[in-house]
């Protein structure tokens, strides 16, 4: 049973363009949570969906920032016309259900804009 | 004021030593996480608690509701030990397994 995967685990983007940063929930896991870690700071939460739905989009940015968890493939962070100070740590968790369920995370992806 | 409060920020040890970290919250909470964060690497969930004492190993965690402070020991410490310790708790009013952080702990375990 393979963990929660993310891709890539390190990506480099210019300031302007896109980054697309990719998480596949374990199996059997129908809620997705992404966090930002940025560099020196402690996590914090940006979203949480489940299949085909944003339950909570409370910590996310209000701009360039968009997320999606289709019926099919894995949960898609999107971010627009990126800055410098979207480099960080990007982590996505997964769990089965609502209540008391562990906590599974990502390696992480490493974003990083020059 | 952070909602989730850690001590010590940095710890450095010697092997073989017993080590305590601390974390105190100012939230009702279901739940709250231990996870351990290796330097350039993912995040790995030691324990979850919502109540008493919960032992992996070396490692145990104790968690005090009507205090709102839990504790992270490592016994006999090991320089593979090294790396970030975060509290992090599951707040009580919030949508699924949402999680809410501590800044962490940056422990070293010395040879």
């Known amino acids: 049973n393979a963990g929660v995967m993310q891709n890539p685990r390190h990506l480099v983007r210019r300031r302007g363009q896109e980054a697309r940063l990719r998480c596949s929930p374990m199996?059997?896991?129908?809620?997705v949570y992404w966090y930002r870690q940025l560099p020196e700071e402690g996590l914090k939460f940006m979203v949480y969906?489940?299949?085909?739905?944003?339950?909570?989009e409370s910590g996310m940015p209000k701009e360039r920032f968009s997320a999606e968890f289709p019926k099919e493939g894995p949960s898609i962070l999107r971010i627009q016309q990126v800055v410098r100070g979207d480099s960080a740590a990007y982590f996505c968790?997964?769990?089965?259900?609502?209540?008391?369920?562990?906590?599974?995370f990502g390696q992480g992806t490493r974003l990083t804009v020059v | 004021k952070n909602e989730v409060e850690q001590s010590p920020q940095n710890l450095t040890a010697q092997e073989g030593e017993f080590i305590t970290i601390n974390c105190s919250y100012s939230?009702?909470?279901?739940?709250l996480h231990w996870l351990q964060q290796h330097p350039g690497g993912g995040i790995v969930s030691l324990f979850m608690?919502?109540?008493g004492k919960k032992k992996h190993g070396r490692l145990i965690a104790t968690i005090n509701i009507q205090e709102k402070h839990s504790s992270l020991h490592i016994t006999a410490s090991h320089p593979r030990d090294s790396a970030v310790y975060i509290c992090?708790?599951?707040?009580?009013?919030?949508?699924?397994?949402?999680?809410?952080f501590g800044e962490g702990t940056q422990l070293t375990v010395n040879p």
């Open positions: 969906l489940q299949k085909e739905n944003i339950i909570d």
């Open positions: 992090a708790v599951r707040r009580q009013e919030t949508s699924g397994s949402r999680l809410t």
């Open positions: 939230v009702g909470i279901s739940a």
């Open positions: 608690l919502s109540s």
């Open positions: 199996k059997g896991h129908s809620h």
């Open positions: 968790a997964s769990s089965p259900q609502l209540g008391q369920a562990e906590a599974f």
